[in-house]
């Protein structure tokens, strides 16, 4: 899972690789038809016409789509959740409070966050492997708040789905060396169920090829690990240029595959985290 600083990043900025940043106009263009579909939508809400919301919801959905590339741009075209490019499918822009209907954990249903069905906030990239098995899954804990569009307190919520968009969610997840997201230790119970409620629901580890590729990336930084203390250890034994010349094709390496524009970086940089070496972690790009 890749963190998004979504709150302070908008498709007018211009220090986004791979972006051509759209005009001020246009970006406002797309929030003043944000606002006015929203208000189509309360006013069938209020006439109790909610197959006829959820209609122009689905009738609207090139609006969100138009985001599509500037999210993608925002995670180096990676998905948010799964922290690949291809290997998770194609990518749909998410939402992630379902627009329609939410999900409990025992699949039972409740209205869903419709009134932010076109908040570029509530936006997330997920390829669509784990977008078609979460579908409007959205379940909070006994006893959370429950926002609604006359008493918004989405920020109260106590939700079970980790969110990109949030770096103390990002910092609960972890990985093993079979390739598997694990909680990071030291969590507490109910960060564990949270890590793996969203697991599961997004087949960040059902879905084979991902957690094979999680396996081979670990297990290449772990050889590049070893040469670089193989490499470290000759030229400690006195000038050795051979060694001098690996020791930098050890760290250049390491830092590629660290990089956060990197597939699945934040595999490699637990790898490197295991180890407890502070040499190491001066090598995380």
């Keep these: 899972m890749i963190w998004i600083d979504l709150e302070h990043k908008r498709p007018t900025d211009t220090d986004i690789p791979n972006w051509v940043p759209w005009t001020q106009t246009q970006w406002d263009a797309w929030l003043a038809k944000s606002s006015q579909l929203v208000a189509e939508l309360s006013a069938l809400e209020a006439a109790g016409k909610r197959d006829e919301r959820n209609a122009l919801i689905d009738a609207n959905s090139a609006h969100w789509g138009a985001l599509k590339e500037w999210l993608l741009a925002l995670s180096a075209g990676k998905c948010w959740f799964s922290e690949v490019r291809e290997l998770y499918s194609h990518y749909d822009v998410e939402h992630f409070r379902p627009k329609k209907e939410a999900k409990t954990l025992d699949a039972s249903l409740r209205d869903g966050y419709w009134w932010l069905a076109f908040d570029y906030t509530?936006?997330?990239?997920?390829?669509?492997?784990?977008?078609?098995?979460?579908?409007?899954?959205?379940?909070?804990?006994?006893?959370?708040?429950?926002?609604?569009?006359?008493?918004?307190?989405?920020?109260?919520?106590?939700?079970?789905?980790?969110?990109?968009?949030?770096?103390?969610?990002?910092?609960?997840?972890?990985?093993?060396?079979?390739?598997?997201?694990?909680?990071?230790?030291?969590?507490?119970?109910?960060?564990?169920?949270?890590?793996?409620?969203?697991?599961?629901?997004?087949?960040?580890?059902?879905?084979?090829?991902?957690?094979?590729?999680?396996?081979?990336?670990?297990?290449?930084?772990?050889?590049?690990?070893?040469?670089?203390?193989?490499?470290?250890?000759?030229?400690?034994?006195?000038?050795?240029?051979?060694?001098?010349?690996?020791?930098?094709?050890?760290?250049?390496?390491?830092?590629?595959?660290?990089?956060?524009?990197?597939?699945?970086?934040?595999?490699?940089?637990?790898?490197?985290?295991?180890?407890?070496?502070?040499?190491?972690?001066?090598?995380?790009?």
């Design 122 to 285: 509530n936006f997330r990239v997920c390829g669509n492997v784990g977008n078609r098995k979460k579908g409007g899954w959205f379940p909070l804990k006994d006893g959370s708040l429950c926002s609604t569009y006359a008493a918004p307190c989405e920020e109260s919520e106590t939700r079970y789905l980790l969110d990109p968009i949030d770096d103390d969610d990002v910092a609960l997840i972890a990985f093993d060396e079979e390739g598997k997201v694990i909680p990071v230790p030291g969590s507490s119970l109910w960060e564990q169920e949270r890590v793996i409620e969203t697991v599961k629901r997004l087949k960040l580890n059902e879905h084979a090829p991902l957690a094979e590729a999680r396996r081979k990336v670990w297990q290449q930084v772990d050889r590049l690990i070893n040469d670089f203390a193989m490499a470290k250890a000759r030229i400690g034994a006195g000038n050795n240029p051979a060694a001098k010349a690996k020791l930098t094709e050890v760290r250049a390496r390491i830092r590629e595959m660290t990089n956060p524009t990197a597939e699945l970086s934040a595999v490699a940089r637990w790898c490197l985290l295991m180890r407890n070496d502070p040499q190491l972690f001066r090598l995380v790009g």
